[in-house]
């Protein structure tokens, strides 16, 4: 019954947007090609305890600019009382939006956002940024992303609403970004496992969700194990579960945390369903505020290593993203989290 109302709603969703872009079409239609989001400025740096220096942030999003990612999350434009680590995302894109790009490609920004008043906050900085840029040729590109969740508990504890009310919220956001030409991203936390509901979540409630917020207008969905209760299985029954709803691969990346070391494994099977896009965090930082006991996502040397092991292609240059990884550790005074980082580092150590 369920999933009949899904493919009812995919058929809409076709029918409504045959010719809605993705944000997958235009860099990694070739098979071979896989997409890094890299969420480390945001996801990775936002559960940190100690308050980090402005510049630190800065430093981080400038260092991973030069390692051939394309894609940063870079902030968050939430409530600085229930986040206080990401009050100062500000700063960054007023950063972003003055310098002129010196990195070897195009980057795109992403910042996240739940309400009005954040897409206010991040609208404030980015029109006086936008509007004082000589050349808009050279302006960073710019994406916004908005998160939901597949359960009312985490809803709850998240964002302070339950998911209806969280879709409502987008409304505005969705509009204005379309005035605005901004591709808009949606997260669905808790995909496979829910802190306060535990492991087995309903694929057809994602598959629902992922329909709705594309129809509302969101260029891609980013399906985030946020507890990394992932297993294998239960990744390939949720792909199968959006492909049946009328998912396109091209419209979905795959967030997996690491919290039970199964992200690498999870990623393979995204591979074999025909995914592209993944994201994931330099030196494996991270841990989502409200999901308690999670740990990093999954680490971009890690995901890089295994994508290039399988002959396929990132763009990132695995030295230069193993420096930074060990260096964003070492400023936090964590451990480095990547096992293929360190590794990498150890050779060239040896070599030089
Ligand atoms: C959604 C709210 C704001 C509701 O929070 P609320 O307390 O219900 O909101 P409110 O509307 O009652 O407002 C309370 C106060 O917050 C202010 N406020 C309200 N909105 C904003 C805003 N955008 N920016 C700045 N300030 C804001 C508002 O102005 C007011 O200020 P006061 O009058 O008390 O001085 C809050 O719950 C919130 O910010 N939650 C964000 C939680 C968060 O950032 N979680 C982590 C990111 S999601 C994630 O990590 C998962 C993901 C994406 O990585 C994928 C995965 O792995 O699952």
């Given at each position: 019954m369920q999933s009949k109302l899904v493919c009812l709603r995919a058929a809409r969703l076709a029918a409504r947007h045959p010719c809605r872009r993705t944000f997958a079409t235009a860099t990694?239609?070739?098979?071979d090609h896989v997409r890094i989001v890299e969420v480390g400025p945001r996801d990775g740096l936002q559960n940190e305890k100690q308050s980090i220096p402005v510049a630190t942030k800065i430093e981080l999003v400038d260092r991973l600019a030069q390692t051939g990612l394309r894609t940063i999350e870079a902030g968050s434009f939430v409530a600085p009382k229930w986040v206080p680590q990401m009050a100062n995302s500000s700063e960054i894109l007023e950063y972003i939006l003055r310098t002129t790009a010196q990195s070897p490609q195009p980057i795109t920004y992403q910042w996240l956002l739940p309400n009005r008043k954040g897409l206010d906050n991040f609208l404030s900085v980015w029109e006086s940024g936008s509007s004082s840029q000589q050349d808009a040729a050279s302006a960073p590109s710019i994406e916004l992303s908005i998160f939901t969740a597949a359960t009312e508990a985490f809803t709850q504890k998240n964002t302070n609403c339950s998911v209806a009310e969280s879709l409502h919220r987008f409304q505005p956001i969705m509009a204005r970004a379309k005035e605005l030409d901004l591709k808009v991203r949606a997260y669905i936390s808790v995909a496979l496992g829910c802190p306060y509901e535990g492991p087995n979540v309903d694929p057809h409630k994602v598959a629902e969700l992922a329909v709705s917020l594309l129809e509302m207008g969101a260029d891609e969905i980013s399906v985030a194990d946020t507890t990394g209760m992932g297993t294998a299985p239960r990744t390939a029954e949720l792909l199968k579960t959006l492909t049946a709803a009328g998912v396109e691969n091209n419209d979905l990346a795959l967030h997996f945390h690491d919290t039970y070391g199964q992200a690498l494994v999870n990623s393979i099977v995204g591979l074999e369903h025909g995914i592209r896009t993944f994201d994931s965090a330099v030196g494996g930082l991270g841990g989502c505020p409200f999901s308690p006991g999670a740990t990093g996502n999954v680490a971009t040397e890690d995901l890089v290593h295994c994508f290039h092991s399988l002959g396929l292609k990132t763009g990132v240059d695995m030295e230069k993203l193993s420096e930074v990884g060990e260096w964003i550790s070492g400023e936090l005074g964590r451990t480095n989290e990547s096992r293929a980082g360190k590794a990498t580092l150890a050779q060239i150590r040896k070599i030089v």
């Open positions: 990694s239609t070739r098979n």
